[in-house]
């Protein structure tokens, strides 16, 4: 008996709580502070969620509170409590739910558990925003307090709800300063937009249909809709900065058909990706006979715009020359007055049907030495029987940046080219594996060992501060690019500026001005180890680490532990002698084969014309480097 009076209260305490279905977003319910119960199974990534903690009310309340932990799959009650909206969202990974980035959004909430505070009343029922358009999807809160009660919670009365919730819903309309809600192009055109949103969901793209924002617009507050402008461009997913292209497939023998799949498959790109200056950026090359750039990186800078032009694209019909394409993005497509930012890495989609009709392999060594991601999307591609006609084997090998089956993609079918939308955006938005962004120029670590002894002099000290200045000035120098360091040294060393202290290339080339001759004497083993433990010791493990000594004598110490102690840590080094330099000397510091890395010049006044050779030979051994 005890125990069926205790059932009977619980039940009216559950009847109480309102629910909510998992994909009801925050932002639909106008209520600033409620407890709600959620159903079983909000855990799907099909239920989005922005934002870590502070949630975004574009995210689903129930899927919010599994991301914060509040809630397992199996459901339960939630306290919600609204808050103000952020200028960003951080997206991550939290109890089984993947939740997204969004830099702005008008209103925020928290979730807790679903514990009532004492003397606090929550609504026993929602209040829902709605506009009156019987068009709208506005069926969708209906939906969510229509929907039958959960099996083995038999005889749930939800009926007091949904009258209340509908009735609430008028009321409340007709007081909220807004637009007439009846009138859905104006609503439409207030929408704030999820700026930055980035989704691998291909069902997000219901994001931008104006129907399905209707709803959210209900209720912008007039405060927020005059600080915001009317139509927010977004500045693109800041986590996936990448240039990129797509090399479509043209050629005759592909089809009509199959022409417009690859299109469909370009525009579900364009939507996935948030495409913006501050995100990525996307152009587009067909290649029949020629290749033809249809847009540029700077054509088109937000999806929208992208997706309305890949829909103009006509087929040009020809070969399948995918080498020839891959030649002219390298030479023009990535080029600064085409857009290609420099800040951000060259990607390059290579979709071919079947088999490319010319050889591909040099033109994408070409590319990857410019620092070229080339990735392939082979969809179809040659049969057992087929095989005879391919021009080159192996072909997708060849011109992938690596052939670790990063860069590789082989689609059975066309119809099935658009599931690869997801995957292959996680590898090209996954900007710190993307190999080949790394060039000859952008990936180093350089630390200079000037030899300041008294022998050198203040005229040809000048002239070795030139020749370290002119070598510097041929890389791309930024904090994230290739860094320059410098030591000087006598009988003892000075750090004159580390990796860190210098970011740009006119710094560098200031700091290396100012170094200061010193004069003294010769212990180029001490100013080794020196330079490995003040500048090395400091470099980034991604960097290639290259030292590059300068000497004008023999060293009064010995230098053949403090090389190889260089040489086991990686540091690759080049030893150049100038004068009284003892050549054997040069080849024990320098890094095997020493004909590469040592250099032995005459005079002060010949070092410039080493410049061009070590930094060929620097290059040479970068790009002979193994590709997997
Ligand atoms: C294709 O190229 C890869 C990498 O270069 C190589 O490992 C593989 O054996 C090649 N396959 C054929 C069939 O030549
Ligand atoms: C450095 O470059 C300048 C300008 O090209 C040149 O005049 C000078 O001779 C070079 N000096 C050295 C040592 O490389």
């Not at 009926?159 to 609430?168: E, I, K």
């Not at 829909?311 to 040009?316: F, Y």
Request: aromatic fraction near 10%.
């Amino acid at each position: 008996k005890v125990l069926m009076v205790f059932t009977q209260r619980f039940k009216v305490v559950e009847d109480s709580v309102p629910q909510i279905n998992c994909d009801v977003k925050a932002g639909k319910i106008i209520n600033p502070e409620f407890v709600v119960k959620c159903p079983a199974g909000c855990q799907d990534p099909k239920y989005h969620v922005y934002g870590t903690d502070v949630y975004a009310s574009y995210s689903s309340v129930c899927g919010a509170a599994i991301h914060s932990g509040v809630l397992d799959n199996s459901g339960g009650k939630i306290l919600v409590r609204k808050v103000a909206g952020q200028s960003g969202y951080k997206g991550s990974y939290a109890n089984g739910v993947q939740s997204l980035s969004l830099p702005r959004w008008r209103e925020s909430f928290v979730v807790s558990e679903g514990k009532p505070q004492k003397g606090v009343t929550y609504p026993s029922a929602l209040t829902y925003s709605s506009t009156k358009s019987p068009a709208a999807k506005a069926g969708e809160p209906t939906k969510a307090y229509q929907k039958p009660p959960v099996p083995g919670t038999t005889a749930q009365p939800v009926t007091p709800l949904q009258l209340t919730g509908a009735t609430a819903t008028e009321v409340t309309l007709t007081s909220l300063p807004k637009p007439s809600p009846s009138t859905g192009s104006t609503t439409s055109s207030l929408r704030p937009q999820p700026v930055g949103h980035r989704s691998w969901e291909l069902g997000e793209m219901d994001l931008w249909q104006p129907g399905s924002v209707l709803l959210d617009a209900g209720f912008v507050p007039k405060e927020e809709l005059s600080t915001q402008s009317l139509e927010p461009v977004s500045q693109g997913d800041p986590n996936c900065k990448v240039d990129l292209s797509f090399l479509i497939d043209g050629s005759s023998s592909i089809g009509k058909r199959r022409f417009r799949i690859q299109k469909q498959f370009l525009a579900d790109v364009a939507q996935t990706l948030d495409i913006g200056p501050g995100g990525p950026l996307m152009g587009v090359v067909q290649y029949g006979d020629n290749p033809a750039a249809q847009f540029s990186l700077r054509t088109h800078m937000n999806s929208r715009d992208l997706k309305t032009a890949i829909d103009k694209i006509t087929q040009r019909g020809g070969l399948s020359n995918a080498g020839r394409a891959i030649s002219y993005v390298t030479k023009n497509f990535f080029s600064k007055a085409n857009g290609n930012r420099g800040s951000a890495p060259n990607v390059a989609v290579v979709i071919v049907d079947g088999w490319p009709t010319d050889k591909v392999e040099e033109a994408s060594r070409l590319a990857r030495e410019s620092g070229i991601n080339i990735f392939f999307i082979t969809v179809e591609g040659a049969t057992e029987n087929e095989k005879q006609y391919v021009t080159e084997p192996n072909f997708s090998n060849k011109a992938v940046c690596r052939t670790n089956g990063f860069y590789s993609l082989n689609v059975q079918s066309w119809f099935s080219l658009r599931k690869t939308v997801q995957p292959l955006l996680k590898r090209v938005c996954d900007t710190d594996r993307l190999a080949c962004s790394k060039t000859c120029w952008n990936s180093a670590d350089i630390g200079f060992v000037i030899d300041g002894s008294s022998s050198v002099g203040t005229g040809n000290f000048r002239t070795v501060l030139q020749f370290v200045a002119n070598i510097s000035k041929e890389f791309e120098i930024s904090e994230t690019d290739t860094r320059v360091g410098a030591v000087q040294y006598t009988y003892e060393q000075r750090l004159e500026f580390g990796f860190d202290d210098y970011h740009t290339k006119s710094d560098i080339l200031n700091a290396i001005k100012r170094v200061g001759y010193w004069s003294g004497g010769t212990s180029t083993g001490a100013a080794i180890n020196y330079a490995l433990e003040q500048l090395f010791k400091k470099s980034k493990p991604n960097k290639r680490k290259l030292m590059i000594l300068i000497t004008d004598g023999r060293s009064y110490d010995d230098v053949r532990i403090p090389a190889m102690v260089a040489h086991h840590k990686g540091v690759t080094t080049y030893a150049i002698g100038v004068a009284w330099a003892a050549q054997d000397e040069l080849e024990v510091i320098a890094t095997h084969p020493a004909s590469d890395h040592s250099f032995f010049v005459d005079e002060f006044d010949n070092l410039y014309k080493f410049v061009p050779k070590v930094i060929q030979n620097i290059c040479t051994e970068f790009n002979s480097q193994p590709r997997n």
